[in-house]
Antibody
Framework: QITLKESGPTLVKPTQTLTLTCTFS??????????VGWIRQPPGKALEWLAL???????RYSPSLKSRLTITKDTSKNQVVLTMTNMDPVDTATYYC????????????WGQGTLVTVSS | QSALTQPPSASGSPGQSVTISCTGT?????????VSWYQQHPGKAPKLMIYEVSKRPSGVPDRFSGSKSGNTASLTVSGLQAEDEADYYCSSYAGSNTYYVFGTGTKVTVL
């Protein structure tokens, strides 16, 4: 079965760069038609899509955050990494990674999420 | 890009039906049949309930149904049960530039 798990720091300081890792199993990012994305949710607020990477290394970013985001994959490790630069307290949120169901353009399997707090 | 618009709350008694709207534009909801709905219980990850406007993943009860008319999609939960109390988010593919957008979320309360 497909599982995903996010890992990374729980606390970062303003202006720092956040690096989050999504480790998954049950599928391979070297298989045609596969994608992994990142979504975040500030406490008590709505979901926000951040980025997506495909098996062929095609990458998509939220237009409003594109300048701050980088998504990469390590197929051999079954990992996807998201970096977000210049962190601010408003970036405090639970960050989720999820399996992107390419034909249906939706996220069908989600990780448990990791809470990242931005504070000095 | 702007989030899709959902009512903040909806409610119904057990056994009744509740319908949640999701309003976008011709660039997202109205332009593609890639509307999805997610259920999220407190402290939990979202769960896919509806995809491609009206299709249900395996294991999702047929009490959940989706539809779309123009720039507005809807999720209907029939025969409300206590476990249906949760937050619900719509989402839509939005083309090659904006790409993907979520709704503002609706809290469903079972009275």
């Amino acid at each position: 079965q497909i599982t995903l798990k996010e890992s990374g720091p729980t606390l970062v300081k303003p202006t720092q760069t956040l690096t989050l890792t999504c480790t998954f199993s049950g599928f391979s990012l070297s298989t045609s038609g596969v994608g992994v994305g990142w979504i975040r949710q500030p406490p008590g607020k709505a979901l926000e899509w951040l980025a997506l990477i495909y098996w062929n290394d095609d990458k998509r970013y939220s237009p409003s955050l594109k300048s701050r985001l980088t998504i990469t994959k390590d197929t051999s490790k079954n990992q996807v990494v998201l970096t977000m630069t210049n962190m601010d307290p408003v970036d405090t949120a639970t960050y989720y990674c999820a399996h992107w169901w390419v034909p249906s353009r939706c996220f069908d399997y989600w990780g448990q999420g990791t809470l990242v707090t931005v504070s000095s | 890009q702007s989030a899709l618009t959902q009512p903040p709350s909806a409610s119904g008694s057990p056994g009744q039906s509740v319908t949640i709207s999701c309003t976008g534009t011709s660039s997202d909801v109205g332009g593609y049949n890639y509307v999805s709905w997610y259920q999220q219980h407190p402290g939990k990850a979202p769960k896919l309930m509806i995809y491609e406007v009206s299709k249900r993943p395996s294991g999702v009860p047929d009490r959940f149904s989706g539809s779309k008319s123009g720039n507005t999609a809807s999720l209907t939960v029939s025969g409300l049960q206590a476990e249906d109390e949760a937050d619900y988010y719509c989402s839509s593919y939005a083309g090659s530039n904006t790409y993907y957008v979520f709704g503002t979320g609706t809290k469903v309360t079972v009275l």
